[in-house]
């Protein structure tokens, strides 16, 4: 009776182990496609007019300053 709980537990834990043992290829995806989104709006953030002019200011500061 011991050796069936043993062997019980030992089965337990590896279907356990292996359930959480990485993501599937659908979850790749869906994080791929979360990923490419992602940087496609930080693109377009970056890329703005209002952004790019506050980086040409701070540039033009930091190139501008004096020691």
Same mark, same amino acid.
């Given at each position: 009776?011991?050796?069936?709980?043993?062997?019980?537990?030992?089965?337990?834990?590896?279907?356990?182990?292996?359930? *959480?043992? %990485?993501?599937?290829?659908?979850?790749?995806?869906? %994080?791929?496609?979360?990923?490419?989104?992602?940087?496609?709006?930080?693109?377009?953030?970056?890329?703005?007019?209002?952004?790019?002019?506050?980086?040409?200011?701070?540039?033009? %500061?930091?190139? *501008?300053?004096?020691?």
């Amino acid at each position: 009776m011991r050796k069936i709980k043993n062997w019980t537990r030992s089965v337990v834990r590896l279907a356990r182990s292996r359930a *959480d043992s %990485g993501m599937t290829t659908s979850e790749y995806a869906v %994080g791929t496609i979360a990923a490419c989104a992602f940087a496609a709006v930080l693109y377009k953030v970056v890329t703005s007019a209002a952004v790019m002019s506050q980086l040409q200011s701070l540039l033009k %500061g930091a190139l *501008d300053a004096k020691f």
